[in-house]
């Protein structure tokens, strides 16, 4: 008897909960915002920016984090600044000259060979003419630097290709392959 109104019982809870089931309206949401989210049109204005823009402006006069400015100028009178006073910020201990060589094999090799004469590959093809010997050339590490940061004549910058502190470690090693021939 006892199992029969269990039976009873569980047939009267389950009508009563599916009997207020309906289904054109769904039941409650928890967060529904996560269900329902704010629609925009599209290329619409966003209330999100407080400039009327698509994004915020960085601060002016900010310098993005890790960034170091180059203070001399992209023109003749900076290289020549630069020639004359900058100095590598890197003492001894930190140059790395397995690096280095690795590096100016990737990025300057290909036009000014392996030991600085001027005969890469390239030049060796004839696609550029003209490219420089180290021994020829009245070069400072600081002049080196600033022609790899900025580039010079047909050369462009590597200022996207290499960080600044692998840029010092490459114009290190062009003063040593420079003294070596």
């Known amino acids: 008897m006892k199992a029969l109104y269990k039976i009873a019982l569980l047939a009267c809870v389950s009508a009563v909960a599916t009997s207020c089931f309906d289904k054109s309206r769904p039941n409650y949401q928890y967060f529904p915002n996560m269900y329902e989210p704010v629609p925009y049109e599209t290329y619409s204005e ?3 920016f407080a400039n009327g823009k698509e994004g915020q402006l960085p601060a002016e006069g900010s ?3 890790g ?3 180059y203070e001399y100028e992209n023109s003749t009178e900076g ?7 900058l100095v590598s910020p890197l003492d001894s201990a930190e140059v790395d000259l397995p690096r280095a060589e690795q590096l100016f094999t990737i990025y300057c090799a290909v036009c000014h060979g392996d030991k600085g ?4 590959n390239l030049v060796k093809r004839e696609k550029f ?5 180290y021994k020829d050339r ?5 002049s080196v630097f600033h022609v790899v940061t900025c580039g010079l004549n047909s050369m ?4 996207n290709q290499l960080s600044q502190e692998e840029r010092w470690q490459v114009a290190h090693y062009v003063m040593k392959l420079r003294s070596e021939l």
Do not use: M
Request: hydrophobic share 30%; no cysteine.
């Open 156 to 159: 462009g910058s590597h200022a």
């Open 46 to 48: 966003v209330p999100t």
């Open 79 to 85: 290289y020549e600044l630069a020639k004359a006073n």
């Open 67 to 69: 960034f170091t400015p």
């Open 129 to 133: 003419l003209g490219v420089p010997n």
């Open 117 to 120: 004469d001027g005969k890469g």
């Open 138 to 142: 009245q070069i400072t590490e600081g």
């Open 63 to 65: 310098i993005p984090r």
